[in-house]
């Protein structure tokens, strides 16, 4: 059974930096072929893809977001990582991580982690 935890800070202070990790189980985030994405929902919006660690070590980048995030991973832990800088307010959401097989239709991300409420404060 694969599955995804994500941990880090619920609360950040505007100007600072967001952090956090992916841990995977069940999958390696180098299977071939293989997504491992950051996905958000502000209150009363609809989720928004962040950026993904390719399998081969590559990263893609939601281009709204790209000169503020920055994801990484850790082969060694399976895990990844998201930082976003410069935080306001707007990126209070719920942050989930999840995996996918290409595409971004989120409606065919599976399995996904059970998301962490990230609140920042002004």
């Known amino acids: 059974q694969v599955q995804l935890q994500e941990s880090g800070p619920g609360l950040v202070k505007s100007s600072q930096t967001l952090s956090l990790t992916c841990t995977v189980s069940?999958?390696?985030?180098?299977?071939?072929?293989?997504?491992w994405s950051w996905i958000r929902q502000p209150p009363g919006k609809a989720p928004e893809w962040i950026g993904a660690?390719?399998?081969?070590?590559?990263?893609y980048y939601n281009p709204s977001l790209q000169s503020r995030t920055s994801i990484s991973r850790d082969t060694s832990k399976n895990q990844f990582s998201l930082q976003l800088s410069a935080v306001t307010p707007e990126d209070t959401a719920i942050y989930c991580c999840?995996?996918?097989?290409?595409?971004?239709?989120?409606?065919?991300?599976?399995?996904w982690g059970q998301g962490t409420q990230v609140t920042v404060s002004s």
């Open positions: 069940g999958d390696s985030i180098t299977t071939t072929n293989s997504y």
């Open positions: 999840a995996r996918s097989y290409g595409g971004d239709i989120l409606e065919l991300f599976a399995p």
């Open positions: 660690s390719h399998y081969a070590g590559n990263y």
